[in-house]
């Protein structure tokens, strides 16, 4: 397994960026979290195979109907706790 972190900025937040994550995630199986931060973006953390999270950062950089994308950082890592499910942070 592994895990990413991204951090997605742009237009992301009021926009069901986090909705369309989360939606995205559980359709290839993922678990982990989605959240605003403070300063307008967007972070996620998901745990996978390779292969699905490779897809899953495509999504990301797609957004929801409503987003513009203009940057997905991703950060590749071991995972440090495992998640059970996928979930919006409020």
């Given at each position: 397994m592994s895990?990413i972190?991204c951090?997605v900025?742009g237009?992301?937040q009021?926009?069901?960026?986090r909705?369309?994550?989360?939606?995205k995630?559980?359709?290839?199986?993922l678990k982990g979290?989605?959240?605003n931060l403070?300063?307008?973006t967007?972070?996620?953390?998901?745990?996978?195979?390779?292969?699905?999270?490779?897809?899953?950062?495509?999504?990301?950089h797609?957004?929801?109907?409503?987003s513009?994308v203009d940057?997905?950082?991703?950060?590749?890592?071991?995972?440090?706790?495992?998640?059970?499910e996928?979930?919006?942070i409020?």
């Open positions: 895990e972190k951090i900025s237009i992301v009021i926009v069901m960026y909705s369309f994550a989360e939606r995630a559980l359709a290839l199986g979290t989605v959240r403070s300063d307008g967007v972070e996620v953390v998901a745990q996978g195979s390779k292969e699905k999270l490779e897809k899953f950062i495509e999504n990301l797609e957004g929801s109907i409503f513009r940057n997905v950082e991703v950060t590749w890592r071991e995972p440090g706790i495992i998640f059970d996928f979930r919006i409020f």
